[in-house]
């Protein structure tokens, strides 16, 4: 299912980045006032085959009917004024970006296989992501206001066939101690003066401050575009960020150093506009010893036999030891940040939901079991000592509302948005100038409405 939906996005990225130039071009449908290209349609039915994607039904029926629902949703978008910040849509291609790259192989190969160069295939990524957002959102629009009760939810299950009930794939409920190593005051010190030289650097002009975001910053996502973070709020970042970033005034300026959670920064900012600032900025992060890495391994070691002795509980050690602030105050209580997973905000995972080194100890792991010490990466870049107990495994089943009534509400709600988009789509087929080239018509669409006699 994974590797389908990361072919569907090289293939719809790579169908307006590719050029064909050995399609002859007519406008093959007309939808309102916008035309669908043979070219269109020609470009994405080769990519398509050439990453072995395969597609139920005839390309020239299905492409060309995908398109046509893109320019109704479009169309609306435009009568409802929908926005899209640049901010929300830089991250989003920067992140496609690097998901290229990580898919290909090297940026090299990603600028070969588009015959694109970077900021090109970024050009032109922005104008396509900026098209799905604002999609997205005239769809939000027309389901906001669907509900589910949970009445609805047990007439739902009760009408089910058997083997049409979900099946629940098993989970996991996860307790974390992370001890954070202690940084040498000359690594601290070290960093520091990196950061002084980059600002001393881009004080007297001898270097740019994005050359250098791009070339040291450790935080990749925004050093790839020079350390440009987009058009954000003051909440948008940790308070130590904001506190200094949104009081800058001079674009030529480079701030004070700043300490958060995710190292030490310098910024600039590049533009204000009202209450949102476009801002860049480097971070380096600290290198932990080996020697401190040994010393929390040690202290672990010490936690675990106390825990193990009944000195005190694994929820009392969280307490007096962790360093992990998302879950101290939760008694070590994982909670799922997956914007993907289906349970997301809730402490169950999937195992591929869970950070790499955790999913490898709860694997082979019984339920009120405690891990031994292992160093992993936290959710803020930094190298931990941590040990895990894995609280709650529920293994895969079909459905239940005892067990799964969430999944079951997910599912009612996501069948009745999809059936209000759907009759959203006959409405507009119904009240918009359509016209497809006789060449084009004998298909079974999806949505039967589009020749109009």
């Known amino acids: 299912m994974m590797r389908n939906i990361l072919i569907c996005l090289l293939c719809a990225a790579a169908a307006t980045l590719h050029a064909q130039n050995n399609v002859i071009d007519e406008v093959v449908w007309v939808v309102g006032d916008e035309a669908i290209l043979k070219s269109d349609v020609e470009q994405s039915r080769i990519e398509m ?5 395969r597609m139920e039904g005839d390309p020239y029926c299905v492409i060309p009917e995908q398109l046509a629902v893109q320019k109704l949703f479009l169309h ?3 009568i409802d004024s929908v926005e899209v910040t640049d901010a929300s849509v830089l991250q989003d291609v920067e992140a496609r970006v690097n998901f290229y790259i990580q898919q290909i192989g090297s940026k090299e190969k990603v600028e070969e296989y588009f015959n694109k160069t970077l900021p090109q295939i970024r050009e032109t990524l922005f104008d396509l992501i900026k098209n799905e957002k604002m ?8 389901v906001k206001d669907i509900n589910v009760t949970p009445a ?4 739902f299950y009760k009408e089910q066939p058997e083997d049409s009930i979900p099946f629940i794939p098993t989970t996991y409920e996860v307790q974390l101690i992370a001890l954070t190593p202690k940084v040498d005051a000359a690594e601290i010190d070290r960093v520091k003066n990196q950061l002084r030289d980059y600002t001393e650097r881009v004080n007297s002009g001898q270097t740019q401050f994005s050359t250098l975001a791009l070339m040291y910053s450790e935080d990749r996502l925004s050093a790839s575009h020079g350390g440009e973070l987009g058009f954000s709020s003051r909440t948008d970042f940790v308070p130590e960020f904001s506190a200094v970033a949104f009081n800058l005034t001079d674009p030529k300026t480079v701030s004070k150093i700043v300490e958060t959670e ?3 920064h310098i910024i600039q900012m590049i533009e204000k506009r009202g209450d949102r600032m476009n801002l860049r900025h480097i971070l380096l992060k600290p290198r932990v010893s080996d020697e401190a890495l040994t010393e929390a391994l040690t202290q672990m070691d010490s936690i675990l036999l106390d825990i193990n002795n009944k000195k005190y509980t694994f929820e009392q050690a969280v307490v007096a030891y962790s360093g992990d602030k998302d879950t101290r105050s939760n008694y070590g209580i994982m909670v799922n940040q997956s914007r993907e997973s289906d349970y997301a905000g809730t402490p169950r995972f999937e195992l591929k939901d869970l950070p790499a080194e955790v999913a490898k100890q709860v694997s082979k792991m019984g339920v009120g079991e405690l891990s031994r010490p292992f160093i992993m990466v936290n959710g803020k870049g930094k ?6 107990r894995l609280k709650n495994r529920i293994d895969g089943h079909r459905a239940t509302m005892q067990d799964d009534y969430q999944q079951l509400q997910d599912l009612l709600l996501m069948r009745l948005n999809e059936q209000r988009v759907e009759e959203w789509i006959r409405e507009m087929q119904a009240k918009t100038y359509i016209r497809v080239n006789e060449d084009w018509r004998n298909c079974e669409f999806k949505y039967p ?4 006699e």
């Open 49 to 53: 085959q050439s990453m072995g994607q």
């Open 76 to 78: 609306q978008a435009a």
């Open 135 to 142: 999609i997205e959102e005239v769809k939000y629009n027309l």
């Open 152 to 155: 609805q939810v047990r007439r």
């Open 262 to 264: 995710y190292g030490f």
């Open 383 to 388: 190298e931990v000592v941590a040990v895990v």
């Open 449 to 452: 409405g589009w020749i109009k």
